[in-house]
């Protein structure tokens, strides 16, 4: 038989939960933007400060040299971040289903149950 005190629980379990998960999905995505932004802006800082440094060479090899040593740093750094960022989203990820573990892992039990009965 429906039961309204059951069901109001129930709602209001189903509503905590959500909040749980959204408010963990803002701060993930809100570190992920200010890291997103710091790397930016260290980004645009080397640039500026490389393009000074080339500005500044006496000869094709030596702009050549810095040329290419900047490259690679930009690329090192990239890489970096990217796998940084990536891993952000993966944890970010799995914080967020947290709230869900137990109300999904009591429901399949209650399944199995009704199942096996």
């Known amino acids: 038989m429906f039961n309204i005190d059951d069901a109001n ?3 209001k379990e189903a509503l905590d939960v959500a909040v749980k998960s959204y ?13 997103a932004a710091d790397y930016s802006k260290k980004s ?3 640039s ?3 393009f000074e440094k080339l500005s500044g060479a006496k000869s094709l090899e030596a ?7 900047y490259l690679k740093s930009s690329y090192e750094a ?3 971040e990217a796998s940084k960022i990536g891993e952000m989203y993966a944890d970010l990820a799995k914080d967020a289903y947290k ?5 999904v892992a009591k429901a399949t039990a ?6 096996a009965a």
């Not at 408010?23 to 890291?35: H, N, P, R, V, Y």
């Not at 209650?110 to 199942?115: F, G, L, M, P, R």
């Open 9 to 11: 629980k129930k709602s």
């Open 23 to 35: 408010s963990t999905l803002t701060k993930g995505f809100q570190a992920i933007a200010t890291e």
């Open 44 to 46: 645009f800082e080397d």
């Open 48 to 50: 500026i400060a490389h």
């Open 63 to 69: 702009a050549f040299e810095l040329q290419t040593n």
């Open 78 to 80: 990239f890489v970096a």
């Open 99 to 103: 709230p869900y573990e137990a109300p």
């Open 110 to 115: 209650a399944v199995k149950s009704a199942a």
